[in-house]
Protein backbone atom coordinates (compact mmCIF):
# COMPACT_ATOMS: atom_id res chain seq x y z
CA UNK A 1 0.00 0.00 0.00
CA UNK A 2 1.30 3.70 -0.15
CA UNK A 3 2.74 5.21 3.01
CA UNK A 4 1.29 8.85 3.21
CA UNK A 5 1.95 11.56 5.77
CA UNK A 6 -1.42 13.04 7.40
CA UNK A 7 -1.66 16.70 9.05
CA UNK A 8 -5.52 17.48 10.53
CA UNK A 9 -7.08 16.85 13.84
CA UNK A 10 -9.31 13.89 15.85
CA UNK A 11 -12.83 14.51 16.35
CA UNK A 12 -15.71 12.21 18.01
CA UNK A 13 -19.14 11.47 16.45
CA UNK A 14 -21.47 11.24 19.34
CA UNK A 15 -23.91 9.43 18.18
CA UNK A 16 -22.15 6.32 17.17
CA UNK A 17 -19.03 7.13 19.44
CA UNK A 18 -16.38 6.85 16.81
CA UNK A 19 -13.36 8.99 16.90
CA UNK A 20 -12.33 10.26 13.00
CA UNK A 21 -9.48 12.23 11.69
CA UNK A 22 -10.46 15.11 9.89
CA UNK A 23 -7.10 15.52 6.97
CA UNK A 24 -5.97 19.11 6.36
CA UNK A 25 -3.55 18.04 4.82
CA UNK A 26 -1.89 14.59 3.17
CA UNK A 27 1.85 13.48 1.67
CA UNK A 28 3.16 10.57 0.44
CA UNK A 29 6.25 9.04 2.57
CA UNK A 30 8.73 6.61 1.59
CA UNK A 31 7.88 4.70 -1.60
CA UNK A 32 4.57 6.11 -2.07
CA UNK A 33 6.41 9.14 -2.78
CA UNK A 34 8.51 7.82 -4.80
CA UNK A 35 5.42 6.62 -6.83
CA UNK A 36 3.97 9.74 -6.67
CA UNK A 37 6.60 11.50 -8.33
CA UNK A 38 7.41 9.15 -11.04
CA UNK A 39 3.36 9.30 -12.22
CA UNK A 40 3.45 12.93 -12.44
CA UNK A 41 6.83 13.00 -14.40
CA UNK A 42 5.76 10.64 -16.73
CA UNK A 43 2.31 12.52 -17.36
CA UNK A 44 4.26 15.80 -17.56
CA UNK A 45 6.93 14.26 -20.18
CA UNK A 46 3.81 12.59 -22.05
CA UNK A 47 1.97 15.95 -22.32
CA UNK A 48 5.45 17.41 -24.15
CA UNK A 49 5.40 14.02 -26.91
CA UNK A 50 8.95 12.70 -25.07
CA UNK A 51 6.76 8.93 -25.80
CA UNK A 52 5.55 9.43 -29.51
CA UNK A 53 6.91 6.74 -31.89
CA UNK A 54 7.04 9.44 -34.30
CA UNK A 55 10.52 10.25 -32.54
CA UNK A 56 11.72 7.11 -32.39
CA UNK A 57 14.76 5.88 -34.28
CA UNK A 58 15.29 2.35 -35.96
CA UNK A 59 18.14 0.32 -34.16
CA UNK A 60 20.60 -0.84 -37.24
CA UNK A 61 20.48 -4.28 -38.05
CA UNK A 62 24.41 -4.57 -38.06
CA UNK A 63 25.65 -1.46 -35.92
CA UNK A 64 30.00 -1.73 -36.36
CA UNK A 65 30.07 -0.26 -32.89
CA UNK A 66 27.86 -0.98 -30.19
CA UNK A 67 27.93 1.17 -27.06
CA UNK A 68 27.01 0.29 -23.11
CA UNK A 69 26.82 2.27 -20.41
CA UNK A 70 26.59 0.29 -17.21
CA UNK A 71 28.60 -0.80 -14.52
CA UNK A 72 31.11 -2.88 -15.30
CA UNK A 73 31.31 -4.38 -12.17
CA UNK A 74 28.36 -6.40 -12.04
CA UNK A 75 26.87 -8.96 -13.93
CA UNK A 76 24.78 -7.32 -16.67
CA UNK A 77 28.09 -6.15 -18.90
CA UNK A 78 29.01 -10.27 -18.36
CA UNK A 79 25.59 -11.29 -19.67
CA UNK A 80 25.12 -9.12 -22.64
CA UNK A 81 28.61 -10.21 -23.80
CA UNK A 82 28.20 -13.76 -23.30
CA UNK A 83 24.58 -12.78 -25.91
CA UNK A 84 26.48 -11.18 -28.23
CA UNK A 85 29.22 -13.99 -29.06
CA UNK A 86 26.63 -16.27 -29.06
CA UNK A 87 24.81 -14.82 -31.28
CA UNK A 88 28.10 -12.63 -33.74
CA UNK A 89 31.16 -12.59 -32.94
CA UNK A 90 32.81 -10.24 -34.96
CA UNK A 91 31.45 -7.41 -33.10
CA UNK A 92 32.83 -3.86 -31.75
CA UNK A 93 32.21 -3.28 -28.38
CA UNK A 94 32.72 -0.01 -26.11
CA UNK A 95 31.81 -0.20 -22.60
CA UNK A 96 31.25 3.07 -20.65
CA UNK A 97 31.42 2.25 -17.12
CA UNK A 98 29.25 4.66 -15.07
CA UNK A 99 27.53 4.22 -11.42
CA UNK A 100 24.03 3.77 -12.26
CA UNK A 101 22.96 3.87 -8.44
CA UNK A 102 23.18 7.07 -6.52
CA UNK A 103 22.65 10.23 -5.92
CA UNK A 104 25.16 11.81 -9.11
CA UNK A 105 24.29 8.63 -10.86
CA UNK A 106 21.32 10.06 -13.46
CA UNK A 107 24.85 12.79 -13.86
CA UNK A 108 27.22 10.36 -15.16
CA UNK A 109 24.67 8.03 -17.33
CA UNK A 110 24.12 11.30 -19.54
CA UNK A 111 27.86 12.39 -19.33
CA UNK A 112 28.69 8.30 -20.49
CA UNK A 113 25.42 8.63 -23.38
CA UNK A 114 27.66 12.18 -24.81
CA UNK A 115 31.04 10.19 -25.07
CA UNK A 116 29.65 6.96 -26.11
CA UNK A 117 27.89 9.30 -28.74
CA UNK A 118 31.72 11.44 -29.13
CA UNK A 119 32.93 7.96 -29.97
CA UNK A 120 30.58 7.25 -32.76
CA UNK A 121 28.92 4.11 -31.80
CA UNK A 122 25.69 2.84 -33.87
CA UNK A 123 24.02 1.80 -31.08
CA UNK A 124 23.69 2.20 -27.49
CA UNK A 125 22.25 -0.27 -24.82
CA UNK A 126 21.47 1.77 -21.55
CA UNK A 127 21.56 -1.57 -19.00
CA UNK A 128 21.16 -1.91 -15.27
CA UNK A 129 20.25 -5.09 -12.98
CA UNK A 130 16.88 -5.55 -11.08
CA UNK A 131 16.53 -3.84 -8.06
CA UNK A 132 14.06 -1.87 -5.93
CA UNK A 133 12.21 1.31 -7.20
CA UNK A 134 14.86 3.35 -5.03
CA UNK A 135 17.90 1.66 -7.04
CA UNK A 136 15.93 2.41 -10.03
CA UNK A 137 15.62 6.13 -9.24
CA UNK A 138 18.50 7.23 -11.11
CA UNK A 139 16.45 6.43 -14.88
CA UNK A 140 13.43 7.70 -13.74
CA UNK A 141 14.66 11.56 -13.82
CA UNK A 142 13.48 14.25 -16.22
CA UNK A 143 17.28 14.79 -16.70
CA UNK A 144 17.77 11.16 -18.26
CA UNK A 145 14.95 11.70 -20.17
CA UNK A 146 15.59 14.86 -21.77
CA UNK A 147 19.09 13.26 -22.41
CA UNK A 148 17.64 10.13 -24.06
CA UNK A 149 15.22 11.69 -26.37
CA UNK A 150 18.25 14.09 -27.14
CA UNK A 151 20.50 11.35 -28.31
CA UNK A 152 21.28 11.26 -31.51
CA UNK A 153 22.15 7.65 -31.58
CA UNK A 154 19.46 5.12 -31.24
CA UNK A 155 18.87 3.87 -27.81
CA UNK A 156 18.45 0.39 -25.78
CA UNK A 157 16.91 1.02 -22.23
CA UNK A 158 17.28 -2.17 -20.41
CA UNK A 159 16.58 -1.44 -16.81
CA UNK A 160 15.81 -3.91 -14.24
CA UNK A 161 13.76 -6.73 -14.65
CA UNK A 162 10.75 -7.73 -17.35
CA UNK A 163 8.26 -6.18 -14.74
CA UNK A 164 10.13 -2.80 -13.99
CA UNK A 165 9.51 -0.10 -15.61
CA UNK A 166 11.64 3.21 -15.42
CA UNK A 167 10.77 6.84 -17.19
CA UNK A 168 14.13 5.86 -19.65
CA UNK A 169 11.95 2.93 -20.77
CA UNK A 170 9.06 5.22 -22.33
CA UNK A 171 11.61 7.94 -23.57
CA UNK A 172 14.07 4.96 -25.28
CA UNK A 173 14.13 4.18 -28.76
CA UNK A 174 13.63 0.42 -27.89
CA UNK A 175 12.56 -1.10 -24.53
CA UNK A 176 14.37 -4.41 -23.36
CA UNK A 177 12.92 -6.44 -20.71
CA UNK A 178 16.29 -7.20 -19.66
CA UNK A 179 19.94 -6.27 -20.16
CA UNK A 180 20.20 -9.91 -22.10
CA UNK A 181 17.57 -9.15 -24.23
CA UNK A 182 19.20 -6.10 -25.08
CA UNK A 183 22.05 -7.65 -26.45
CA UNK A 184 19.80 -10.39 -29.10
CA UNK A 185 17.89 -6.62 -30.05
CA UNK A 186 20.85 -4.97 -31.02
CA UNK A 187 22.56 -7.86 -33.68
CA UNK A 188 21.35 -10.56 -35.90
CA UNK A 189 21.99 -14.15 -34.94
CA UNK A 190 24.89 -15.16 -37.16
CA UNK A 191 23.84 -18.55 -37.09
CA UNK A 192 20.28 -18.08 -37.90
CA UNK A 193 20.93 -15.76 -40.84
CA UNK A 194 24.13 -17.98 -42.44
CA UNK A 195 21.18 -20.44 -42.34
CA UNK A 196 18.34 -18.48 -43.82
CA UNK A 197 21.44 -17.60 -46.70
CA UNK A 198 21.89 -20.97 -47.13
CA UNK A 199 18.42 -21.70 -47.58
CA UNK A 200 17.65 -18.74 -50.19
CA UNK A 201 20.89 -20.01 -51.59
CA UNK A 202 19.50 -23.59 -51.84
CA UNK A 203 16.09 -21.36 -53.36
CA UNK A 204 18.23 -19.86 -55.86
CA UNK A 205 20.33 -23.20 -57.07
CA UNK A 206 16.90 -25.12 -57.62
CA UNK A 207 15.29 -21.82 -59.45
CA UNK A 208 18.28 -21.31 -61.65
CA UNK A 209 18.61 -25.42 -62.82
CA UNK A 210 15.13 -25.39 -63.06
CA UNK A 211 15.17 -22.13 -65.65
CA UNK A 212 18.24 -23.90 -67.43
CA UNK A 213 16.53 -27.11 -67.93
CA UNK A 214 13.48 -25.25 -69.97
CA UNK A 215 16.22 -23.13 -72.10
CA UNK A 216 18.13 -26.27 -72.77
CA UNK A 217 14.96 -28.37 -74.03
CA UNK A 218 14.49 -25.24 -75.95
CA UNK A 219 17.71 -25.19 -77.27
CA UNK A 220 17.39 -28.90 -78.13
CA UNK A 221 14.10 -28.18 -79.84
CA UNK A 222 15.67 -25.57 -82.45
CA UNK A 223 18.64 -27.50 -82.80
CA UNK A 224 16.05 -30.15 -84.34
CA UNK A 225 14.33 -27.64 -86.74
CA UNK A 226 15.50 -28.64 -90.51
CA UNK A 227 15.74 -24.60 -90.92
CA UNK A 228 18.72 -24.82 -88.66
CA UNK A 229 20.14 -27.58 -90.10
CA UNK A 230 19.59 -26.91 -94.05
CA UNK A 231 20.14 -23.13 -93.26
CA UNK A 232 20.15 -22.61 -97.24
CA UNK A 233 16.94 -23.22 -96.99
CA UNK A 234 15.65 -20.68 -95.73
CA UNK A 235 18.04 -18.10 -98.12
CA UNK A 236 16.29 -20.25 -100.84
CA UNK A 237 12.77 -19.38 -99.92
CA UNK A 238 13.86 -16.13 -99.16
CA UNK A 239 14.99 -15.43 -102.75
CA UNK A 240 11.71 -17.16 -104.00
CA UNK A 241 9.39 -14.90 -102.08
CA UNK A 242 11.16 -12.41 -103.51
CA UNK A 243 10.89 -13.33 -107.24
CA UNK A 244 7.52 -13.67 -106.82
CA UNK A 245 7.26 -9.99 -104.97
CA UNK A 246 9.04 -8.85 -108.17
CA UNK A 247 6.91 -10.44 -110.83
CA UNK A 248 3.58 -9.16 -109.15
CA UNK A 249 4.98 -5.57 -108.78
CA UNK A 250 5.75 -5.51 -112.69
CA UNK A 251 2.43 -6.93 -113.51
CA UNK A 252 0.78 -4.32 -111.38
CA UNK A 253 2.73 -1.17 -112.93
CA UNK A 254 1.69 -2.78 -116.20
CA UNK A 255 -2.30 -3.15 -115.43
CA UNK A 256 -1.79 0.22 -113.78
CA UNK A 257 -0.41 2.06 -116.64
CA UNK A 258 -2.98 0.35 -119.24
CA UNK A 259 -5.72 1.49 -116.94
CA UNK A 260 -4.65 5.09 -117.05
CA UNK A 261 -4.18 5.19 -120.67
CA UNK A 262 -7.65 3.54 -121.55
CA UNK A 263 -8.82 6.43 -118.97
CA UNK A 264 -7.36 8.70 -121.15
CA UNK A 265 -8.55 7.67 -124.54
CA UNK A 266 -12.19 7.83 -123.03
CA UNK A 267 -11.70 11.23 -122.14
CA UNK A 268 -10.52 11.98 -125.21
CA UNK A 269 -13.06 11.07 -126.70
CA UNK A 270 -15.80 12.96 -124.59
CA UNK A 271 -14.59 16.21 -125.70
CA UNK A 272 -16.03 17.58 -129.22
CA UNK A 273 -13.65 19.91 -130.54
CA UNK A 274 -17.15 21.61 -132.61
CA UNK A 275 -18.33 22.09 -129.01
CA UNK A 276 -15.55 24.21 -127.78
CA UNK A 277 -15.16 26.29 -131.32
CA UNK A 278 -18.95 27.09 -131.55
CA UNK A 279 -18.11 27.97 -127.07
CA UNK A 280 -15.52 30.00 -127.97
CA UNK A 281 -17.31 32.29 -130.77
CA UNK A 282 -20.08 32.73 -128.08
CA UNK A 283 -17.50 34.14 -125.52
CA UNK A 284 -15.74 36.09 -127.85
CA UNK A 285 -19.20 38.00 -129.39
CA UNK A 286 -20.11 38.11 -125.52
CA UNK A 287 -16.60 40.02 -124.71
CA UNK A 288 -17.16 42.59 -127.80
CA UNK A 289 -20.75 43.36 -126.63
CA UNK A 290 -19.09 43.78 -123.43
CA UNK A 291 -16.56 45.62 -124.41
CA UNK A 292 -18.82 48.12 -126.83
CA UNK A 293 -21.03 48.69 -123.64
CA UNK A 294 -18.22 49.66 -121.63
CA UNK A 295 -17.05 52.08 -123.76
CA UNK A 296 -20.37 53.91 -124.33
CA UNK A 297 -20.40 54.26 -120.46
CA UNK A 298 -16.70 55.85 -120.39
CA UNK A 299 -18.36 58.64 -122.87
CA UNK A 300 -21.31 59.01 -121.00
CA UNK A 301 -19.10 59.84 -117.54
CA UNK A 302 -16.52 61.94 -119.30
CA UNK A 303 -19.24 64.00 -121.07
CA UNK A 304 -21.31 64.08 -117.80
CA UNK A 305 -17.89 65.27 -115.70
CA UNK A 306 -17.00 68.17 -118.91
CA UNK A 307 -20.76 69.63 -118.31
CA UNK A 308 -20.12 69.95 -114.79
CA UNK A 309 -17.04 71.20 -115.28
CA UNK A 310 -18.14 73.75 -117.60
CA UNK A 311 -21.30 75.14 -114.99
CA UNK A 312 -18.42 75.35 -112.23
CA UNK A 313 -16.49 77.43 -114.57
CA UNK A 314 -19.15 79.78 -115.84
CA UNK A 315 -20.07 80.49 -111.96
CA UNK A 316 -16.52 80.76 -111.22
CA UNK A 317 -16.29 83.70 -113.84
CA UNK A 318 -19.47 85.45 -112.80
CA UNK A 319 -18.20 85.46 -109.38
CA UNK A 320 -14.91 86.96 -110.01
CA UNK A 321 -14.74 90.76 -108.96
CA UNK A 322 -12.62 91.45 -112.31
CA UNK A 323 -16.14 90.50 -114.22
CA UNK A 324 -18.08 93.11 -112.26
CA UNK A 325 -16.09 95.95 -113.08
CA UNK A 326 -15.94 95.10 -116.83
CA UNK A 327 -19.74 95.52 -116.16
CA UNK A 328 -19.02 99.13 -115.18
CA UNK A 329 -19.25 98.99 -111.34
CA UNK A 330 -15.78 100.47 -109.03
CA UNK A 331 -14.34 99.08 -106.07
CA UNK A 332 -13.73 102.06 -103.65
CA UNK A 333 -10.78 101.59 -100.79
CA UNK A 334 -9.31 103.88 -98.24
CA UNK A 335 -5.90 105.49 -99.81
CA UNK A 336 -3.99 104.93 -96.60
CA UNK A 337 -5.49 101.28 -95.49
CA UNK A 338 -6.32 99.14 -98.37
CA UNK A 339 -9.74 98.79 -96.80
CA UNK A 340 -12.94 98.12 -98.46
CA UNK A 341 -15.70 101.23 -98.23
CA UNK A 342 -19.20 99.63 -98.29
CA UNK A 343 -21.16 102.45 -96.74
CA UNK A 344 -21.10 106.44 -97.05
CA UNK A 345 -20.81 106.54 -93.33
CA UNK A 346 -16.87 104.86 -94.08
CA UNK A 347 -16.03 108.10 -95.78
CA UNK A 348 -14.70 111.03 -94.03
CA UNK A 349 -14.93 114.74 -95.67
CA UNK A 350 -11.34 115.73 -97.01
CA UNK A 351 -9.89 111.98 -97.21
CA UNK A 352 -8.25 110.28 -99.64
CA UNK A 353 -9.68 107.56 -101.24
CA UNK A 354 -8.86 105.01 -103.99
CA UNK A 355 -11.20 103.75 -107.16
CA UNK A 356 -10.70 100.69 -108.76
CA UNK A 357 -12.04 100.98 -112.09
CA UNK A 358 -11.54 98.26 -114.77
CA UNK A 359 -8.48 99.67 -116.75
CA UNK A 360 -7.28 101.56 -113.83
CA UNK A 361 -7.15 103.54 -110.68
CA UNK A 362 -8.02 106.78 -109.43
CA UNK A 363 -6.81 108.72 -106.50
CA UNK A 364 -9.66 110.96 -105.72
CA UNK A 365 -10.45 113.30 -102.06
CA UNK A 366 -13.81 113.58 -100.76
CA UNK A 367 -15.27 116.87 -101.01
CA UNK A 368 -18.89 116.36 -99.66
CA UNK A 369 -21.26 113.63 -98.86
CA UNK A 370 -24.67 113.23 -99.91
CA UNK A 371 -27.13 110.68 -98.17
CA UNK A 372 -29.13 109.44 -101.18
CA UNK A 373 -30.79 106.20 -101.03
CA UNK A 374 -29.76 103.92 -104.67
CA UNK A 375 -33.07 103.06 -106.10
CA UNK A 376 -32.83 99.89 -109.03
CA UNK A 377 -35.81 100.33 -111.40
CA UNK A 378 -36.17 97.81 -114.45
CA UNK A 379 -38.06 98.87 -117.76
CA UNK A 380 -39.10 96.89 -120.78
CA UNK A 381 -37.80 93.78 -119.43
CA UNK A 382 -34.13 95.18 -118.72
Known amino acids: GLHILVNGYVSVYEKKGEYQVIAIDVHPVGKGALILAFEQLKEKLEKMGYFDSLHKKSIPILPKKIGIATSIGGAVIRD ?10 N ?34 ILARGGGSLEDLWAF ?26 TISDFVADKRAATPSVAGELVI ?86 KSILKRICIYRIAIK ?31 NPASVLERGFALIYRAEEDKNIKSIEEAKINQKIRILLRDGVLNVKVLDKIYKKLELGFKDGN
Open 80 to 89: IILVLRNRFE
Open 91 to 124: FHLIVRDVNVQGTTSSKEICEAIDDLCEYGVDVI
Open 140 to 165: NTEEIAKKIFNCPVPLISAIGHETDY
Open 188 to 273: LNKTGEIANLKTMLRRIESLANFRINIFRKELTFLIKRRILIKPKTLLDRFNQNASEFYVNLIDNMKKLIRERKEKSYGLSKMIDR
Open 289 to 319: NIDIRMNSCIKNYINLKRSRLKYILEEIREK
